[in-house]
């Protein structure tokens, strides 16, 4: 298999999709895209990639994961021609032009000790959250970077019911109908939470098999049966169109899936061999009409692979451990565009975001 290409035999999903394609579609990496950044900026960790309803990108990224090396021109006196820490939340239109930036410490709510998760949500609002040690808060923003509102305030250690406060969480998605919004709650905590997306206000909480959750876990274990609460992380959580809720267990190698209201649907495992920080980083899906694909994002292993939602079976994967274009170190969020074009980002010392187009065979 060649990196940087999707080689997969997709028919059933395309035939369930309407498609007319006589050949499986491939993903290419765009080694050109982002743009180079303005203003002598540099990223850091990328820990979050969203898309808007103008397939514009947004990603938030780590400016304290720097070295002094890279931060060179940040220094007093600068030690370099470049570079200075970007902003933590930038905006790209889909050329890979920044669009605007913004983010960091303010009047009126808790910034993050380390960023962790973006979500634009339908009616334009941008999430935010964090995993640091002291990180149990949820900011929203305006597309501009004004402060809307904070859930939770910043907290040490596991409260996995307490729902005054998170617990280093990961990722938000919001439901438009009931609005509300959905936390991964996370690296700390071991559940899934909702509230009022516009007041705030606490609404349910759950945690594996939709129970009460625990703020015990036992190491997992491949051979042993699966483990009746989540791990830490609890890393992402993604609402369908249909109504079904997609939780990554990622330490323990599995997906969730749930019904609104936390009752237990089923469970899939995704590589399920995968030690260390397991394979279940990130989910994002198709975008055809019945969301017919998950895109799974594994740090692990280094690969995106692809499943059919109906059922959770391994249709493919593309990528590869390394630094090259269209190769991937801890690649950790997915997102995708109306057109299918798939956006990566790569924490620990990769520290970049990639998009990956469908190409014609």
């Known amino acids: 298999m060649k990196f940087g290409y999707l080689l997969i035999s997709l028919s059933a999903w395309l035939l369930a999709a309407g498609a007319a394609m006589a050949d499986p579609p491939r993903m290419q990496v765009d080694p050109y895209w982002p743009k180079q950044l303005p203003h002598n900026w540099i990223l850091g960790q990328v820990s979050g990639v969203a898309v808007d309803g103008a397939d514009n990108v947004w990603i938030i990224q780590r400016p304290g994961s720097l070295t002094p090396d890279e931060k060179g021109a940040a220094s007093n006196p600068p030690r370099s021609i470049c570079c200075v820490p970007a902003p933590p939340v930038i905006e790209f239109d889909p050329a890979g032009n920044v669009l605007r930036a913004w983010g960091g410490p303010g009047k009126g709510y808790d910034w993050f000790r380390n960023e962790h998760g973006i979500y634009i949500d339908p009616k334009g609002f941008v999430w935010v959250g964090g995993n640091g040690d002291d990180d149990g808060q949820v900011l929203k923003f305006t597309q501009a970077g004004a402060f809307i509102l904070q859930i939770g305030h910043p907290a040490r250690g596991a409260a996995s019911n307490d729902v005054t406060r998170l ?27 909702v509230f009022d997306a516009d007041t705030g206000a606490y609404k349910r909480h759950w945690g594996a098999y939709g129970a009460r959750p625990a703020d015990t876990a036992r190491q ?14 609890v890393h992402c959580v993604k609402l369908a169109n249909d109504g079904l809720v997609y939780v990554c267990d990622r330490q323990n190698d599995r997906i969730q899936i749930f019904h609104k209201d936390g009752s237990f649907v089923t469970e899939w495992r995704v590589a399920p061999r995968t030690l260390g920080s397991g394979s279940v980083w990130d989910l994002a899906l198709w975008p055809d009409g019945s969301q017919s694909l998950l895109f799974n994002a594994d740090g692990t292993n280094n690969q995106v692979r692809l499943l059919r939602r109906a059922d959770g079976m391994v249709l493919g994967a593309f990528g590869h451990s390394g630094r090259q274009a269209g190769q991937f170190h801890w690649v950790h969020n997915i997102a995708i565009d109306s057109h299918g074009n798939v956006f990566t980002t790569e924490v620990d010392t990769a520290k970049r975001v990639q998009r990956f187009t469908p190409t014609a065979p």
């Open 167 to 193: 617990g280093r969480p990961a990722d938000i998605s919001v439901d438009p109908v009931a609005n509300e919004v959905y936390i991964a709650d996370g690296y700390a905590n071991r559940r899934i939470i």
């Open 220 to 233: 997992y274990d491949p051979n042993a049966a699966l483990p009746r609460q989540f791990g830490t992380p």
